[in-house]
């Protein structure tokens, strides 16, 4: 069992639509990170949060942390083929580790 | 501007070989990681270190050693190489704060036959 789940496992969109893609728990978090990682390359952080409720915008993606603390979600407005990517969310447990979910592969087509 | 360099970048290993990912960082972070990358499985933790000296194991630790010998190095060993070793290797660094970001290397990529 995951400590992190992430649905979809993959999704594959037309350029221009809107999507959302989940990072949940059953665990209490005292902050949640979201990277992107293209192909051939390491993750690259997007956004960190930290207080439940807590939503924060990067251009065309909107993050939200869960009330509890215990989910995520990401969104996406107008999806590009520059967004296509592996989308992961990290949390850090206690002892320092740094444990990701299994991901979400997102494929925007033109 | 290098950040975080890993060495070998390929490898194909025979069963029973040994060696060494070499991790290397520049921003004088205190945490580093080794985590492993496989098909639908996300990235898994092997071990990780949070100062020179010092170092702990992540979710999946067999079959790997490390060392941090230095601040800016982080050795991935693997003594006896087995097919399920077959994956992508990534090292990260952290400054160490609780919510710290990680800085990825490229990766390197190995394959044991």
């Known amino acids: 069992t995951q400590l992190l789940e992430q649905s979809p496992q993959f999704l594959s969109i037309q350029e221009g639509e809107n999507l959302t893609v989940y990072c949940n728990s059953s665990s209490v978090f005292s902050s949640l990170q979201w990277y992107r990682q293209e192909p051939g390359e390491g993750p690259v952080l997007l956004v960190t949060?930290?207080?439940?409720?807590e939503v924060k915008k990067l251009k065309r993606l909107t993050f939200q942390f869960g009330d509890a603390r215990k989910d995520s979600s990401l969104h996406i407005t107008a999806a590009q083929p520059g967004d296509t990517g592996l989308y992961l969310c990290?949390?850090?447990?206690?002892?320092?580790?740094?444990?990701f979910g299994a991901g979400t592969r997102l494929f925007v087509k033109a | 501007n290098a950040g975080v360099t890993q060495t070998p970048k390929f490898r194909v290993l025979k069963t029973g070989q040994s060696m060494t990912l070499l991790c290397a960082q520049d921003m004088n972070h205190e945490y580093m990681y080794w985590y492993r990358q496989d098909p639908g499985m996300g990235l898994r933790l092997i071990h990780y270190s949070v100062g020179e000296g010092t170092t702990a194991k992540g979710e999946v630790p067999d079959g790997y050693n490390v060392s941090r010998l230095k601040k800016q190095n982080f050795l991935l060993g693997l003594e006896s190489a087995a097919p399920s070793q077959t994956s992508v290797y990534f090292c990260?660094?952290?400054?160490?704060?609780?919510?710290?970001?990680?800085?990825f290397g490229e990766g390197s990529r190995l394959t044991v036959l």
């Open positions: 990260a660094s952290s400054p160490g704060q609780s919510t710290g970001e990680l800085f």
């Open positions: 949060v930290v207080t439940g409720g």
């Open positions: 990290a949390v850090r447990t206690g002892g320092f580790k740094t444990i």
